[in-house]
């Protein structure tokens, strides 16, 4: 019967913690005994005691009220807890929120939820201009291509187009490719759509270098030519 009592009482009071919060919180800039006074200040507050002292945590946990008290002052300097002024009939109190360790939090994964999409677009961006190239790529070719998604902020897509753009002028080299970005990026082109309407223009602009003949054996297409070094 005690035993059931004691389950119960572990099941049914428990206080929820982020996963987040224990896989990242190194990340943030926390050491374990900061951690572990947050979780006690969340499980304090879950429980309707807003402001614990440092008394109260100190009896939680190994360190001295001294040691809890410096450490809640340096995670309010530090922007991981906060203090709010609160009003209850005309009585004022203050109250700890951990808002400020929630947005930390979320920013982090996003950040790095965004990175590990950024490297894997990367990479498979570098497939696709292998593929085309018909080798691997040099080093001074991949540092280009991390300048252009890194420093230059143009989207992959957009990449993909102007590779295309330069297998379809028969100039497949960084030089031209890069020129092809330069223009579009110099002409506020950011998206497909605006690429190929750019381009028609660009093509109607100049007809004598509009044509070649690709395919001979088969059905003749004509595909659009344009020097992107000579503009």
């Keep these: 019967m005690e035993k059931k009592i004691m389950m119960d009482l572990m099941v049914n009071s428990n206080v929820m913690i982020p996963s987040l919060l224990l896989e990242n919180y190194y990340m943030l800039g926390l050491n374990e005994e900061e951690c572990m006074?947050?979780?006690?200040?969340?499980?304090f507050i879950s429980k309707g005691n807003y402001f614990p002292t440092p008394d109260d945590l100190a009896e939680r946990m190994s360190c001295t009220p001294a040691q809890c008290a410096d450490h809640l002052?340096?995670?309010v300097q530090n922007g991981f807890l906060n203090i709010e002024q609160r009003?209850?009939?005309?009585i004022y109190s203050e109250a700890y929120t951990l808002e400020p360790l929630w947005e930390k939090l979320i920013v982090h994964h996003y950040q790095k939820t965004t990175?590990?999409?950024h490297a894997e677009q990367e990479v498979a961006l570098y497939t696709v201009f292998e593929?085309?190239?018909g080798r691997p790529l040099s080093p001074i070719e991949c540092e280009t291509l991390t300048m252009w998604l890194d420093q230059d902020h143009h989207s992959p897509e957009l990449i993909?187009?102007?590779l295309r753009e330069s297998v379809i002028?028969?100039?497949?080299n960084f030089r031209y490719i890069d020129r092809i970005l330069f223009e579009w990026k110099k002409n506020g082109i950011k998206t497909l759509q605006q690429a190929k309407a750019y381009g028609e223009k660009i093509r109607n602009k100049f007809p004598q270098k509009k044509e070649h003949q690709a395919n001979k054996n088969q059905n003749s297409i004509t595909l659009p030519?344009?020097?992107?070094?000579e503009n």
């Design 37 to 43: 006074l947050l979780i006690h200040v969340h499980s």
């Design 73 to 75: 002052r340096r995670l």
């Design 87 to 90: 009003t209850d009939n005309q």
């Design 115 to 117: 990175d590990q999409q």
């Design 131 to 133: 593929n085309e190239f």
């Design 160 to 162: 993909k187009a102007a």
């Design 169 to 172: 002028s028969g100039k497949l």
């Design 225 to 229: 030519m344009y020097n992107w070094l």
